[in-house]
């Protein structure tokens, strides 16, 4: 039986992935009345993204969850750029200024599920399914309309409800970008032969670019473009890519595909995070390619600066700390889109230049300056 929504709630937040249930629990943990809703009768158990990096845990840390994710996860305190077997790039994480110098390899649902354990244990819940189709907002609240007629009214409503967001579309607010030509094909596999346990490597090749990931449980996440990527990847297509595109001295052996499926990759902006009483988070302000892994990262960040803003205008302070939060957060997500836009072109640069490529990237990241800087990019850290 579906769960009865309330009439009404201080924050109605619509969508229950990274960035809607880190809101919740960090709502919740400062004892205001919020109310989850998700289209979903049950949470997606895919794998999807897979990394965790050093700021996003230093945030849930106070909120509980870096704890528990840190040991089922996997650290990987290195990634790297080879040209098959050639090192081009080296980044190492390990002597950053932080208690989590690594990043951290696990997949979404179990943060998902981590996040939902701590909301729970705090008295919170997620509410499924439940549709928004309409929200009507006026000078004191938003009244959202289920697609069952089912009606709740709420201060602010905040969506989290992904690219496609209803709310986004409801509050009129554009989302600008565009979308690669290339698919990607994503697979979680069982590999033996020259693998590392626990470094992120993408490779470069003639063939194209392969990510190879570790991943708890024995496993490898592999993230590779291609012109037309299967729904499902089979093993044999799987151990071509990484034949292809891997290390040619040493042969990865592919022996199992727990799961996978292809995926096209957009970049796409938000024009404002703020609409009235209607504010954006997470994949509903931005997606963009998964180089780097920063896309839920992004969205957790996004939500736990949202709550202290929330947070502020909920103890009657100005609303203008909601404006705050989207100049905070909106060009930190500009910066992020346009850096994998740049990793993603890079990557899939065309055959002949990608000698030029390999020898200017392994020329300016001699520097250790620049290594560090990426460094503290990709983790995160850059953006405290």
Known sequence: MTPQLPAATDVLIVGAGPAGLTLALAL??????????????????????????????????????AGPLVEQGVQSPTFTIRDRDRVVVRIDFDGLPTAYPYSLMVSQATTEAALLARLTELGGTVLRPYTVTSLDQDADGVTATFEHGERIRAAWVVGADGMHSTVREQAGIGFQGGTYGESFVLADVRLDGAVSADEVILYFAPAGLAVVAPLPGGRHRIVAPVAEAPHEPSLAFVQELVDERGPSAGRIVVEEVVWGSRFRVHHRLADTYRAGRILLAGDAAHVHSPAGGQGMNAGILDAVTLAEALGTVLDGGPTSALDAYGAARRPIAEHIVKLADRMTRIATITPALRPLRNTVLRTITRLPAVRRNLALRLSGLLYR
């Open 28 to 65: 919740t943990a400062q004892g205001r009345d919020v109310t989850v809703v998700d289209a979903h009768a049950v949470a997606d158990h895919t794998s999807r993204a897979a990394v965790v990096h050093a700021r996003t845990l230093e945030v849930l840390a106070p909120l509980g969850v």
